[in-house]
Nanobody, 124 residues
Framework: VQLQASGGGLVQAGGSLRLSCAAS????????MGWFRQAPGKVREFVAA????????YYGDPVKGRFTIARDNAKNTVYLLMNSLKPEDTAEYYC??????????????????WGKGTQVTVSS
């Protein structure tokens, strides 16, 4: 599966952005989907994951209560709605897909496919 993230940009602290990740192929619904981010000089960090059906979600502690992950299987797209953005949210954001059967939270330890990132910059 090929993944392409979009929707990044420059936003002031406290603002909102919605990222989208479009997937190619007809098997999108067979993958758990996730978002990760990487700031300059830091390791890649898990942000959020959503199950194949969209019924389950899992979030990294830094974004709980502020970010929401959602998916539309008819459109082969996963979204990340980011509210109350902080300067420390500044990073390149990547979407990912995982077809293995495992607990949703384990997605943070490895995925099958990565997409190209989209830059999010939050100014103070």
């Amino acid at each position: 599966v090929q993944l392409q993230a979009s929707g990044g940009g420059l936003v002031q602290a406290g603002g909102s952005l919605r990222l989208s990740c479009a997937a190619s192929g007809r098997t999108f619904r067979y993958y758990d989907m996730g978002w990760f981010r990487q700031a300059p000089g830091k390791v890649r960090e898990f942000v959020a994951a959503i199950s194949r059906s969209g019924s389950s979600t899992y979030y990294g502690d830094p974004v709980k209560g502020r970010f929401t992950i959602a998916r539309d299987n008819a459109k082969n797209t996963v979204y990340l709605l980011m509210n109350s953005l902080k300067p420390e949210d500044t990073a390149e954001y990547y979407c990912a897909a995982d077809g293995r059967m495992k607990p949703l939270g384990d997605m943070q330890y490895g995925v099958d496919y990565w997409g190209k990132g989209t830059q999010v910059t939050v100014s103070s």
